[in-house]
């Protein structure tokens, strides 16, 4: 359905500038104190306006379509735009720039400046933005994805456990302006709201705290529970979203807590100059090991390590120098460790194979996978948990699964029995910088709770006095 109307939004701001312009300019007589007349400056800006409408009139048309049950090609028809213009267009739109599911309720925007096409953009109802086409003498040329405007703001969050982490999180983290109307009124709101909280659960339960908190065993209720969330705003539909963890504290009901405080750092072994974000406890040590126990989720061992394995392809007895995991077929696969990619390709019996440089001498490979994680190359440095690829049966393989294994100093070693060594703990310079930032952190934090924080009971060790010679 085509609908004609002219580009307001231009006209206002041209008139909002010209208003302010106006309003605030001052005659000679006016800097002597002579009373300011309103009036005449009120008829003025009307007479402004109205000779931008008359121009705007005969410059700016804006042509709108709406896709239906039709498809992409329809809606560009419907905008007037036709022959090779129409074939570059949708091209641009598919190839180019990605578009290449459109839904019902998508819609498009042409913008005709002294009737030749000037601007096109397309707004999907899936996404928090726009795909933007412009054009020079009827001709494409620049393309791009314009995101949605967003800020990012802080908030804090105090829950106790009743019954579950996520009941407590469901209860309490919520954001209040989560859905435009503040309320769980539609599908989408509610799609939102568990969204919300499996991502928060997930970083707090599966990420932060996964090397302190057995969430399975520990959580008691009675456990309090403040986490300091950072969230993104979208002022355009007012929804929020949730973007990460910046520090938790979980007390325990029968005593002791977990805390976990961040620290904006560059890792010593990335090239890049990327600014990452870690957490550590409050004296400077690594929330995390330097390994994690396996690539995948849930991962079965099906094949365990060993000096003499029966090959189940080949059919004669060698070594098997790692761990298979079986996992369904494109499971993702993390990387167990921050590390530089060292290997991105096909290698012979090990399929599709991705190996990573690690410290202290250690080396990581992941073998079969059906795909890697885009944005990758030889060379790219990796963090521990980040998506490295999917599973597969590349190579000599009977089935999904990943072959894991793990070097250090040039030998293999048996994953699943080396003594994982602690992340590297904040030292010198960047400890004192961490030490004094999380002052501030906490101080923030707490005025944002409205409460005095807990901190961990220092131990005070008893003094030992020594005994006087007897003579």
């Known amino acids: 359905m085509l609908r004609n109307r002219r580009n307001w939004g231009a006209v206002a701001l041209i008139l909002t500038a010209t208003a302010v312009t106006l309003l605030f300019t001052r005659s000679d007589e006016d800097s002597v104190g002579v009373p300011w007349e309103f009036h005449r400056n009120s008829q003025m800006m009307e007479v402004c306006r109205t000779g931008i409408l008359t121009v705007m009139a005969d410059t700016i048309d804006t042509f709108t379509s709406t896709i239906g049950e039709g498809f992409l090609g329809g809606a560009v028809r419907d905008l007037g735009i036709s022959g090779g213009q129409y074939l570059a267009t949708c091209e641009i739109l598919m190839d180019s720039l990605g578009w290449t599911v459109q839904r019902s309720g998508d819609t498009l925007a042409a913008i005709y400046c002294r009737g030749e096409l000037s601007e096109l953009r397309a707004y999907p109802g899936n996404r928090r933005g726009f795909y933007r086409i ?42 209040g302006d989560l859905s435009g109307s503040g309320l769980l009124i539609s599908s989408r709101d509610s799609s939102r709201a568990v969204g919300y909280v499996s991502e928060l659960q997930h970083a707090l339960t599966d990420r932060l705290f996964v090397y302190d908190i057995d969430f399975y065993y520990d959580v008691k209720v009675g456990d309090k529970l403040w986490i ?10 007012g929804e ?5 963890i910046l520090a938790a504290k979980y007390q325990f009901v029968h005593g002791g807590m977990a805390e976990a405080f961040p620290f904006f750092h560059r890792p010593d072994e990335a090239e890049s100059a990327e600014i990452i974000l870690d957490h550590y406890h409050r004296d400077g040590a690594s929330l ?16 365990g390590y060993s000096n003499a394995r029966m090959h189940p392809v080949l059919g004669y007895t060698r070594a098997h120098r790692g761990i298979d995991y079986a996992s369904p077929l494109g499971t993702e696969i993390y990387a167990v460790g921050d590390g530089t990619i060292t290997v991105r390709s096909w290698t012979g019996g090990y399929g599709n194979m991705v190996r990573i440089r690690h410290a202290n001498g250690y080396e990581t490979g992941y073998g079969h996978m059906n795909g890697y994680a885009s944005g990758q190359s030889v060379g790219s440095y990796v963090r521990q948990g980040e ?16 072959h894991f294994e793990m070097k250090r100093n040039g030998s ?6 080396e003594i994982m060594p602690p992340a590297d703990p904040l030292e010198g310079e960047e400890l004192d910088r961490f030490l004094a930032e999380m002052l ?15 901190v961990p009971e220092v131990e005070i060790e008893p003094e030992v006095v020594a005994e006087e010679p007897v003579e």
């Not at 300091?228 to 539909?237: A, F, G, Q, S, V």
């Not at 293999?412 to 029995?417: I, R, S």
């Not at 501030?440 to 807990?454: F, K, R």
């Open 134 to 175: 412009a054009y020079n003498a009827g001709d494409p040329s620049m393309w791009e994805y314009v995101p949605q405007e967003r800020w990012i703001r802080q908030r804090a969050v105090s829950c106790e456990i009743s019954t579950t982490v996520w009941d407590a999180l469901w209860d309490t983290a919520l954001p």
């Open 228 to 237: 300091l969330i950072e969230e993104n705003r979208y002022p355009l539909d």
């Open 240 to 244: 929020t979203g949730f973007r990460r």
């Open 288 to 303: 995390r090991t330097m390994f994690l126990k396996m690539p995948v989720p849930f991962g079965r061992i099906s094949s």
């Open 387 to 402: 998506i490295i690829g999917y599973v597969g049966s590349t190579g000599l393989s009977t089935g999904p699964h990943v």
């Open 412 to 417: 293999y070693v048996n994953p699943a029995t």
């Open 440 to 454: 501030v952190i906490e101080a923030q934090w707490s005025m944002l709770v409205g409460i005095d924080l807990p």
